[in-house]
């Protein structure tokens, strides 16, 4: 399971963007201290009230300099082509890995809010296709010295992508995949699927996982296989010294949650290709219970609490979590992710280095030694009919 923190710099009225990214930058440093595998962010253009992350491009190689096992994610690039040319985003991507050092991920997706997709006048009925060839450009960019590309939005002659970067065959691809089409066709081109944020639910999250699975397996794949289960807890984790601690704030959060899912209905109706994002009209945003126990859009307690809720998605199949970290004082977000990492993380990535309580360990003494009693008894009768049935311990 690896473990991705992700924030969208939500900046609360009243604070400003600057100081507001210098908290991001402390928070990314201590999650990178505490054990966390990735940082990722999305790219949001002309938000309102729940992201201030435009331009990841630029953040990421700013906090690749400050730090050096980290990985970078981007949660995700947007493919329009009115938004991001291909080949742009190829050239990027190489220039990061360089600076990394190997350590920076592609996600790659269409968009999700009107106010973005109708800023850069992006067609809803047009961007899927758009997402599509755009990652097959950047694939043969980065897969092939030479290469060109002739499609309905992109046709590039033969090119050389400069720089190239350093993983080898190209750095991890993965694809927003709302719908069990979407999630089908990341397994079919071999790229890994980013599932979740839409609040319905465990089953629909393991039916989503399993669809990836099975289509995994039937497809023949053109490039490398980078096949990655990521599950988005896109409402937030919140990791408290107490249970209701942790549900205190968590509460803030879902006001977070109406007001980015706002779009999602009206999306849905603009083109048959975002219909399926009309489904959280039936999510009940007001029931507490549901949302940060069920919807599978929450990570939120004690580190008990939190250690449970993992599992579940780990029972699930999930290869990695990525969770969202953001939306409250900065203070709270640093102890959560402190405490996560601390806690949560290590019975993960190293449960045999966890210390227990000696009333466990004594516990698993007493319930091992009729087990060991009757071992030695048995050795004890063996030996006895060995060399003249002299007994252990017998002389002559």
């Known amino acids: 399971m690896r473990f991705i923190f992700m924030s969208e710099g939500e900046t609360a009225p009243g604070h400003t963007y600057e100081h507001r990214y210098r908290e991001l930058v402390e928070e990314v440093l201590l999650a990178e201290e505490v054990g966390f595998d990735a940082f990722g962010t999305s790219e949001q253009h002309v938000a309102i009230g729940t992201a201030t992350t435009s331009a990841p491009e630029v953040i990421y190689p700013y906090l690749m300099a ?91 002659p033969p090119r050389s992508l400069v720089p190239k970067g350093i993983q080898a065959p190209c750095p991890p691809i993965h694809m927003a995949t709302g719908s069990p089409e979407s999630v089908r066709t990341a397994a079919e081109l071999g790229v890994g699927a980013i599932v979740g944020g839409f609040y319905l639910g465990f089953d629909f999250i393991e039916n989503m996982l399993r669809i990836y699975d099975e289509a995994l397996v039937g497809a023949t794949h053109t490039y490398p296989l980078q096949a990655q289960k990521l599950v988005a807890v896109a409402g937030g984790m919140h990791c408290a010294e107490t249970r209701d601690e942790a549900v205190r704030w968590a509460r803030q959060l879902t006001e977070t949650v109406a007001l980015s899912t706002d779009a999602y ?62 939306g409250l004082p900065h203070s709270e977000l640093m102890k959560s992710i402190e405490l996560f990492g601390k806690y949560v993380i290590p019975k993960f990535k190293n449960p045999r280095g966890v210390v227990r309580t000696p009333e466990a360990i004594l516990d698993d003494i007493r319930n091992a030694r009729p087990a060991h009693y009757a071992e030695v008894e048995a050795f004890g009768n063996a030996d006895s009919h060995t060399d003249g049935s002299i007994k252990v311990g017998e002389s002559r």
């Open 265 to 326: 209905e009206r999306l849905s109706k603009l083109s048959a290709d975002y219909q399926y994002m009309g489904a959280v009209k039936h999510v009940d945003f007001s029931d507490e219970r549901y949302m940060l126990q069920d919807s599978a859009g929450f990570i939120v307690g004690d580190p008990d609490d939190c250690i449970a809720q993992v599992q579940r998605y780990a029972d699930l199949g999930a290869d990695a979590l990525v969770m969202r970290i953001d």
């Open 66 to 156: 400050l730090t050096s096992r980290i990985r970078f994610v981007h949660l995700v690039t947007l493919l329009p082509t009115r938004i991001n040319h291909a080949l742009r985003v190829a050239e990027r991507l190489a220039t990061e890995d360089i600076l990394s050092n190997g350590r920076v991920e592609l996600g790659v997706g269409r968009g999700n809010t009107t106010l973005a997709l109708r800023a850069f006048e992006v067609s809803p009925a047009e961007n899927k296709a758009q997402q599509i060839e755009g990652l097959e450009v950047i694939r043969r960019a980065l897969h092939n010295d030479v290469f060109s590309y002739v499609g309905q939005h992109y046709k590039i």
